[in-house]
């Protein structure tokens, strides 16, 4: 079973949910709602530094409903 937060706007938040072992987190505070063009430049992006980048951590997930 995994847990998912909606609605993160705060580092105070996001440190609880982490320190209960929330799953996934999304919300105001990683990123306000983008138009398309714009996240795909962002995606871009992150793909190309996660590619160079040696044992990386961090992960990008697109969800679409």
Same mark, same amino acid.
């Given at each position: 079973?995994?847990?998912?937060? !909606?609605?993160?706007?705060?580092? !105070?938040?996001? !440190?609880?949910?982490? *320190?209960?072992?929330?799953?996934?987190?999304?919300?105001?505070?990683?990123?306000?709602?983008?138009? *398309?063009?714009?996240?795909?430049?962002?995606?871009?992006?992150?793909? *190309? $530094? /996660?590619?160079? *980048? $040696?044992? /990386?951590?961090?992960?990008?997930?697109?969800?679409?409903?």
């Amino acid at each position: 079973k995994e847990i998912i937060a !909606e609605g993160v706007e705060t580092l !105070e938040q996001l !440190e609880l949910l982490r *320190a209960q072992g929330c799953d996934h987190i999304q919300g105001y505070y990683f990123s306000r709602p983008v138009g *398309a063009e714009d996240f795909a430049r962002f995606a871009r992006g992150h793909l *190309a $530094k /996660s590619a160079s *980048a $040696k044992n /990386s951590t961090q992960n990008l997930v697109l969800i679409d409903s």
